[in-house]
């Protein structure tokens, strides 16, 4: 069996290849350690979840009745996902560009990575996965407001493409389209990624980078060494990020309706050229995303 394991998966190396960026999910290729990976990842975070995880993501896990022992049918999820919001996970053969993942989810479509970590690597890889992806992404999209968040980030990155595009110097156009990019990933890490929401008295998780790691769900809302501050989106779009390690500084939000407001205020930022010369550092903006926003069409 070849398995569609991360990094190690021919089908995907193919695809790859064949530049076929949106792929379809060839279930019958998931090795026996594919399954025993997603089931040892899915039961170990379970207990956590119900800690830690925010009441909307549980909510959205019941909602999706998402396989805890076998990796699951993409096809099966989008059944339960789509007529709760429009959303639907849509797998892909690995990174895509900046812009055309901003667009996907303007349209309700969630790039999804179809391989699984390997079973020797449960806790710690660089690369997304699915696990990440479905378990920890898409549970989020059941959710009216969250769902409409993200599509708001795809509008804004539409807004982003058409400033950039107007400009007719091209230094300054790469210069400001840099900062735009760089402010919007930034924000989306903090947020979509790592966010903290408050929840009571407490505070939950609903970032996906957190709810995908075992160790990081308990470490980020209990370990004194994280900072935890309300979110500013002044501060968020100037934060520079690691990703190799745990976090050591999160945003907050008050409620998903915050959230949007705040990706709603992006927007007339990028609009005003409020984030034309954000500060410098991580993430970095490869070429792919850069030309992703200056060629993005309408
Ligand atoms: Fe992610």
Redesign the pocket.
């Known amino acids: 069996m070849e398995g569609l394991t991360t990094t190690k998966a021919p089908f995907i190396e193919k695809a790859q290849k064949n530049g076929e960026r949106f792929i379809h999910q060839p279930y019958e290729l998931y090795s026996e350690e594919n399954h025993k990976a997603w089931k040892s990842l899915y039961n170990r975070i379970r207990e956590r979840w119900e800690k830690y995880a925010n009441p909307k993501f549980l909510e959205g896990v019941a909602r999706l009745n998402l396989d805890s022992s076998r990796v699951p049918r993409i096809e099966d999820i989008n059944k339960f996902l789509k007529p709760l919001t429009g959303f639907s996970a849509k797998p892909v053969s690995g990174y895509i560009p900046a812009y055309t993942f901003f667009d996907c989810l303007r349209n309700r479509d969630f790039p999804t990575t179809i391989t699984v970590r390997d079973i020797s690597k449960l806790d710690y890889l660089p690369e997304?996965d699915m696990f990440?992806?479905v378990a920890?992404?898409v549970p989020m999209h059941t959710d009216k407001a969250f769902a409409d968040t993200l599509v708001r980030f795809g509008e804004c990155a539409h807004s982003a493409s058409l400033v950039i595009q107007e400009l007719k110097d091209s230094e300054i156009q790469k210069q400001r389209a840099v900062s735009i990019i760089k402010a919007m990933a930034r924000f989306f890490w903090f947020t979509?990624?790592f966010g903290l929401i408050r929840s009571g008295k407490e505070l939950r998780v609903y970032g996906?980078?957190l709810l995908s790691s075992y160790g990081e769900i308990e470490h980020c809302l209990k370990s004194p060494d994280v900072q935890r501050y309300p979110i500013q989106l002044e501060w968020a779009v100037n934060q520079y990020f690691e990703i190799d390690h745990y976090q050591p500084l999160l945003f907050v939000i008050d409620s998903f309706d915050h959230l949007y407001s705040l990706v709603d205020e992006l927007e007339k930022w990028v609009r005003e050229g409020r984030v034309n010369s954000v500060a410098p550092g991580e993430p970095n903006v490869s070429e792919l995303d850069l030309q992703s926003f200056l060629t993005a069409k309408g």
């Open positions: 997304p990440h992806d920890g992404h979509v990624e996906s980078g």
